[in-house]
């Protein structure tokens, strides 16, 4: 299979093979440059914290709001079930990484391109990445400025000088500007670590706290609304909250790029020694903070549970830092694949030199759109729910499906295609569903709502 020609079409060919080698180096030199691709030396626990920082998010601490709105039976059900069927898919996912021998699958979209073909891939699934992981940045600029300014408040006992919710997204933000410049996935890994032990011990003390309080007396199962509407309304929600708990298989591969690979060791026995592990802490975090959560206060509890939770003050204050310090790792972790797209558009499309300069401006302007559209919209419950649905529930639940059947074609009626029209029809349900009841929250909550006030 090698390249050199016979001796009697040397002069032929000798032009054009510099031109192909120059290609292939300067197309070395990008893929060395760009974030997902140039490190591949990453140990299988990277792949496990970086997954528990994509996975354990900030919505942990709404779950038990969502079950409230969900019911005992409802809420119990489907919190297991996104378990079982985000882990399936995950799996998939994982496995896919690496199906063609001798090329790997490094973005979502390269995956969907190999599924769909060129254009329909990049079409069906960009947008939608896209959707979720610059959302789920917007979404944790505000978690951040609202848990400093929790923060704030109870440091402060006598009452201190108003300071508006804008601000302490603004100072939340003006860490990223400094962390955005960290080149690729290992260079995060610190603050990715630190970000997932953060999580573990926020939910940990979220749902002890709510066992030292104890059951409330006045406590209620019941449904919160009123109206049948309203129950609906917020059922759908509810949805959409567990949607985007469960919502790491954004980047995925992306991580699992990191990892090195050869033909007798591929990646994706490390990797999903790493998702094991992750989804373990996953299921330690959310089940206990869910279920413990919901039964102490019952439908008196708030869309995040520190809240509910006003003493003891200095635990309190406590959980709401090591928010702030995961949700610092998270970010950073969800913005990378973006910058990815990013730099790869402007350096392979517009033919922008690969510098530093380069990734200065672009990540600057990331982190300052990214906080911009905080400040304008931080009404945080009712974007989790129209997000999740929205985004989540195809990359998540039913869009690696698709692509397995699309890829395998496994038998009709097997277990393989059976379980994989499950996966899509429920995800389909979420999808539809869930964002009507976020959008109705997001209309109540703009209401009463002026802009930068």
Same mark, same amino acid.
């Given at each position: 299979?090698? $390249?050199?020609?016979?001796?009697?079409?040397?002069?032929?060919?000798?032009?054009?093979?510099?031109?192909?080698?120059?290609?292939?180096?300067?197309?070395?030199?990008?893929?060395?440059?760009?974030?997902?691709?140039?490190?591949?030396?990453?140990?299988?626990?990277?792949?496990?914290?970086? *997954?528990?920082?994509?996975?354990?998010? &900030?919505?942990?601490?709404?779950?038990?709001?969502?079950?409230?709105?969900?019911?005992?039976? @409802?809420?119990?059900?489907?919190?297991?079930?996104? #378990?079982?069927?985000?882990?399936?898919?995950?799996?998939?996912?994982?496995?896919?990484?690496?199906?063609?021998?001798?090329?790997?699958?490094?973005?979502?979209?390269?995956?969907?391109?190999?599924?769909?073909?060129?254009?329909?891939?990049?079409?069906?699934?960009?947008?939608?990445?896209?959707?979720?992981?610059?959302?789920?940045?917007?979404?944790?600029?505000?978690?951040?400025?609202?848990?400093?300014?929790?923060?704030?408040?109870?440091?402060?006992?006598?009452?201190?000088?108003?300071?508006?919710?804008?601000?302490?997204?603004?100072?939340? &933000?003006?860490?990223?500007?400094?962390?955005?410049?960290?080149?690729?996935? *290992?260079?995060?890994?610190?603050?990715?670590?630190?970000?997932?032990?953060?999580?573990?011990?926020?939910?940990? !003390?979220?749902?002890?706290?709510?066992?030292?309080?104890?059951?409330? @007396?006045?406590?209620?199962?019941?449904?919160? &609304?009123?109206?049948?509407?309203?129950?609906?309304?917020?059922?759908?929600?509810?949805?959409?909250?567990?949607? %985007?708990?469960?919502?790491?298989?954004?980047?995925?591969?992306?991580?699992?790029?990191?990892?090195?690979?050869?033909?007798?060791?591929?990646?994706?026995?490390?990797?999903?020694?790493?998702?094991?592990?992750?989804?373990?802490?996953?299921?330690?975090?959310?089940?206990?903070?869910?279920?413990?959560?919901?039964?102490?206060?019952?439908?008196?509890?708030?869309?995040?549970?520190?809240?509910?939770?006003?003493?003891?003050?200095?635990?309190?204050? &406590?959980?709401?830092?090591?928010?702030?310090?995961?949700?610092?790792?998270?970010?950073?972790?969800?913005?990378? @694949?973006?910058?990815?797209?990013?730099?790869?558009?402007?350096?392979?499309?517009?033919?922008?030199?690969?510098?530093?300069?380069?990734?200065?401006?672009?990540?600057?302007?990331?982190?300052?759109?990214?906080?911009?559209?905080?400040? $304008?919209?931080?009404? %945080?419950?009712?974007?989790?729910?129209?997000?999740?649905?929205?985004?989540?529930?195809?990359?998540?639940?039913?869009?690696?499906?698709?692509?397995?059947?699309?890829?395998?074609?496994?038998?009709?009626?097997?277990?393989?295609?059976?379980? *994989? #029209?499950?996966?899509?029809?429920?995800?389909?349900?979420?999808? !539809?569903?869930?964002?009507?009841?976020?959008?109705?929250?997001?209309?109540?909550?703009?209401?009463?709502?002026?802009?930068?006030?």
């Amino acid at each position: 299979m090698g $390249t050199q020609s016979p001796p009697h079409q040397k002069l032929e060919n000798d032009a054009p093979s510099p031109v192909d080698e120059d290609l292939l180096k300067k197309q070395k030199e990008i893929d060395d440059w760009l974030p997902i691709t140039s490190s591949r030396n990453a140990k299988w626990w990277y792949a496990a914290f970086h *997954n528990v920082t994509a996975m354990v998010g &900030a919505g942990v601490l709404s779950l038990p709001y969502a079950m409230a709105h969900l019911g005992w039976g @409802p809420g119990v059900v489907i919190l297991i079930l996104s #378990w079982l069927i985000t882990l399936y898919t995950l799996w998939q996912m994982v496995e896919m990484h690496e199906m063609v021998p001798g090329k790997r699958f490094d973005r979502y979209h390269e995956l969907g391109q190999h599924a769909f073909g060129e254009k329909l891939g990049l079409y069906i699934v960009v947008p939608q990445q896209l959707i979720c992981e610059v959302g789920v940045d917007i979404v944790y600029m505000v978690t951040g400025g609202k848990s400093l300014e929790k923060i704030y408040h109870l440091v402060c006992h006598q009452p201190c000088k108003h300071i508006k919710t804008t601000y302490f997204i603004m100072i939340f &933000a003006s860490v990223h500007f400094v962390l955005a410049h960290l080149p690729n996935f *290992n260079s995060i890994s610190g603050v990715s670590l630190a970000a997932a032990v953060m999580s573990l011990t926020y939910s940990t !003390i979220a749902w002890t706290a709510s066992v030292h309080k104890g059951v409330q @007396p006045d406590v209620q199962y019941g449904y919160k &609304a009123t109206t049948p509407t309203g129950t609906a309304f917020n059922f759908f929600t509810a949805l959409g909250d567990v949607a %985007f708990a469960y919502a790491g298989h954004n980047v995925v591969l992306e991580i699992q790029a990191t990892i090195p690979s050869t033909p007798d060791k591929p990646s994706k026995g490390p990797m999903w020694r790493g998702v094991v592990i992750a989804y373990i802490v996953v299921a330690v975090c959310y089940f206990p903070v869910a279920l413990i959560g919901y039964y102490m206060f019952g439908n008196k509890v708030d869309d995040n549970i520190l809240i509910t939770l006003d003493k003891p003050t200095w635990l309190i204050i &406590a959980a709401n830092m090591f928010v702030v310090i995961h949700v610092i790792g998270s970010y950073q972790l969800y913005a990378m @694949p973006v910058f990815d797209m990013i730099e790869t558009v402007m350096v392979k499309k517009w033919h922008f030199k690969p510098t530093q300069t380069l990734r200065f401006f672009v990540r600057n302007f990331y982190v300052a759109a990214t906080m911009f559209v905080a400040i $304008t919209f931080p009404f %945080f419950g009712g974007l989790l729910g129209f997000f999740g649905g929205f985004a989540f529930a195809p990359t998540t639940y039913f869009l690696p499906c698709i692509m397995w059947l699309a890829i395998y074609k496994p038998k009709k009626f097997g277990l393989s295609w059976c379980t *994989n #029209w499950i996966c899509i029809i429920l995800g389909l349900l979420l999808m !539809i569903l869930s964002p009507i009841g976020g959008l109705r929250n997001i209309i109540l909550s703009a209401k009463d709502y002026h802009f930068y006030n």
